[in-house]
């Protein structure tokens, strides 16, 4: 940075950083941008100035929920963060109830413990025609980024303490999970696939299909780009999916003829292009946004009963990996999950699995050949996971 205007401001990392000395007051701030930095420092220079600099410093601003919320996910924006939309939505039903003119530190534990206590009884908008209430795992995400707003003030200095710590949040019944047999799943793939629907959905058909088989969120197969996929090798790199870290998916037979069957755009790099909206923006400029509704009226052609999303194919494709006897850590790798905790979640499904693990101590010390064999075909650069294809138990005879 250059400039008289950014003396005493120094990038550090993805912040912006003021620290400096003016008439013998010692200036610091961490801001998100270069002009929130610029802003902090003539701000601090004014209040030396007039001598009330350490009288604005030790007493928190009168900053209202609406203010905090802006600046706050303008800091979320600046950060290259994916979720403000989210947040933005969730911060607002916040304020909806508590106020945008209520000022942040006025806020206390009771006011959030009344407004779970109205979310929780509240219908959700999404669903309104079903009269269907707000869920819990909707409700703690509102809270965590309300709490992730109160931390980023806490550091600012323009709240004493955070309200929502060691606050005790609504907890979820754990519900089995739903997922789909093998006839429900080939009876959503025709579904997907029949002519009202491939006409006003062509990328429904494909995009089931990849979920069924790779077990890609539904996010993760929208924004997917042509340059991640190795159809040679059999894979997809996802350099930033949901936990952060560069990962890969693994690609079956069904999955790799699926990629090769989809057209390629001339002018995007997107897997499933968007069209343009009300004459904005070119073919292929965005990636598809959203499937929901076409995915809802498959799964009623499809006559299925049972409550199903997108998400459902995730858990199809985990359960049907457990149910056909493959290694739960072998799972975890495949569904790249970060904790064996998640895949455990899943245990329930292959009740045999630890009798079988018992039963290899027969073979081993019997000298007769191990129950269940793993054929490897090949490697993913970059990671330790084998192409790995498991091999039905059998009992030696």
């Keep these: 940075m250059s400039g008289n205007e950014d003396h005493g401001i120094r ?12 008439r013998g007051q010692r200036i610091w701030a961490s801001c998100a ?10 701000k601090a220079k004014t209040l030396i100035d007039e001598r009330r600099y350490l009288e604005v410093k030790r007493r928190p601003p009168e900053v209202t929920l ?49 407004y779970i206590e109205w979310r929780l009884q509240s219908l959700d908008r999404r669903f309104r025609y079903r009269q269907r209430k707000v869920s819990v795992p909707s409700v703690r995400l509102e809270l965590t980024t309300l709490q992730a707003m109160y931390s980023w003030a806490l550091e600012r200095g323009w709240v004493a303490s955070n309200p929502l ?9 754990n519900r089995p999970m739903e997922y789909l047999d093998v006839e429900e799943a080939a009876a959503l793939v025709l579904a997907a696939g029949s002519e009202p629907l491939r006409t006003r959905s062509r990328h429904l058909q494909p995009a089931v299909i990849l979920g069924l088989h790779t077990g890609m969120r539904l996010r993760e197969l929208l924004t997917l780009r042509w340059p991640q996929v190795n159809v040679k090798r059999g894979y997809i790199e996802l350099p930033n999916p949901k936990s952060g870290h560069r990962e890969f998916v693994l690609l079956n037979e069904t999955a790799t003829e699926t990629l090769r069957s989809l057209p390629r755009a001339i002018h995007t790099e997107y897997v499933f292009p ?11 400029s965005q990636p598809l946004r959203e ?53 455990l979640r899943y245990a329930h499904l292959a009740p045999g699995h630890e009798q079988l693990a018992v039963e290899r101590l027969d073979a081993i010390f019997a000298g007769k050949p191990a129950v269940g064999e793993v054929k490897t075909s090949g490697t993913v650069p970059g990671s330790q996971l084998s192409v790995q294809e498991a091999v039905a138990p059998t009992q030696s005879k």
């Design 11 to 22: 990038s550090r990392g993805k912040r912006f950083v003021v620290d400096t000395t003016y």
């Design 33 to 42: 941008t270069p002009e929130m930095a610029r802003k902090a420092l003539r």
């Design 66 to 114: 609406a203010q905090a919320r802006e600046e706050y996910l303008a800091h979320c924006t600046a950060l290259g963060q994916r979720s403000v939309r989210e947040k933005r939505r969730y911060l607002e039903t916040i304020e909806g109830f508590l106020g945008s003119d209520r000022l942040l530190a006025s806020i206390a534990r009771e006011d959030v413990e009344r």
């Design 165 to 173: 710590s060691r606050l005790k949040r609504p907890r979820q019944e």
């Design 274 to 284: 968007s069209r343009p909206r009300r004459g904005k923006g070119s073919f292929g």
């Design 291 to 343: 499937l929901r509704h076409s995915f809802g009226s498959a799964v009623k052609l499809a006559g299925i009963r049972k409550r199903c999303t997108f998400h459902t194919l995730r858990h199809t494709f985990i359960s049907h990996l457990v149910m056909a006897g493959v290694p739960l850590p072998t799972v975890m790798k495949l569904a790249r999950h970060r904790s064996i905790q998640m895949t």
